[in-house]
C-alpha cells in the first residue's frame, strides 16, 4: 500500500485551454454526421470526463459505449492492458470514435486499435481522440491533435491519481512526498 504524507499540485494548464480545446474538436467530430452510422467508444472514466465535457457542446446523435480498459496502477503504466471487450456486433458502423483521456505510452490506443480492427468491416474509419498527449513518450497518431502536456504526472480534467483529483479544474503536475 502507498503511503503518502503531502500531495502538492502545481497548475500546468488553464481550464480555459481546455474548453477552447473541447469547442475544436466538437466542431471536427460534426463533420462526421453525413458518413452513416457512427460509434463512440469510452475508454474508463478519464475518458467518460473528456467526453461528457465534449458533448456539453451538443449531441452529435452518436451511439456510445464504455469499455473499462486500463494500463495504470499508481504513477506507472503496467505494460498490460486489461479489460479490452466489446461484444456489440460492429459491422452496421462506418465510423468508429474512440476517445481516451490521455496517451502516455500509447499502449491502450495500440491494443484497442487492434481489437477494434479485429471486429469491424472493411473501409470502417477508425478515429482515435485524446484530451492530452505525451508525444515525448508516445508515437501513436491521434485523429485530431490533442493537448500536450508535460512528461510529468498530471491530474484533473478528467486526469486521476487513484480516483482522486479527477475533477479539478485545470490540470496539475501531481507531486507526492512518500512516508
Known amino acids: 500500500m502507498e503511503r503518502i504524507r503531502d500531495v502538492n499540485l502545481r497548475k500546468v494548464l488553464d481550464y480555459s485551454l481546455v474548453e477552447a480545446h473541447l469547442k475544436k474538436l466538437w466542431r471536427h467530430l460534426r463533420e462526421q454526421e453525413n458518413t452513416g452510422p457512427v460509434l463512440d467508444i469510452v475508454l474508463l472514466e478519464g475518458a467518460r470526463y473528456f467526453y461528457e465535457h465534449l458533448m456539453a457542446s451538443g449531441d452529435l446523435g452518436h451511439d456510445c459505449r464504455m469499455i473499462a480498459v486500463h494500463s495504470y496502477s499508481g504513477t506507472q503504466s503496467t505494460g498490460t492492458v486489461k479489460g479490452l471487450a466489446l461484444d456489440d456486433d460492429l459491422s452496421a458502423y462506418r465510423t468508429i470514435n ?3 483521456d490521455l496517451c502516455d505510452t500509447g499502449l491502450t490506443l495500440e491494443e484497442t486499435k487492434k481489437f477494434l480492427k479485429s471486429k469491424t468491416a472493411a473501409g470502417t474509419a ?5 484530451l492530452f498527449n505525451k508525444a515525448e ?8 491533435p490533442a ?4 512528461p510529468f504526472f498530471v491530474v484533473g480534467c478528467g486526469l486521476d491519481y487513484n480516483g482522486r483529483y479527477r ?11 512518500e512516508k
Open 126 to 130: 477508425l478515429n482515435f481522440y485524446t
Open 147 to 150: 493537448l500536450e502536456i508535460p
Open 98 to 100: 474512440v476517445f481516451d
Open 137 to 144: 513518450s508516445n508515437r501513436f497518431e491521434l485523429s485530431f
Open 167 to 177: 475533477e479539478l479544474d485545470g490540470v496539475f503536475e501531481l507531486l507526492l512526498s
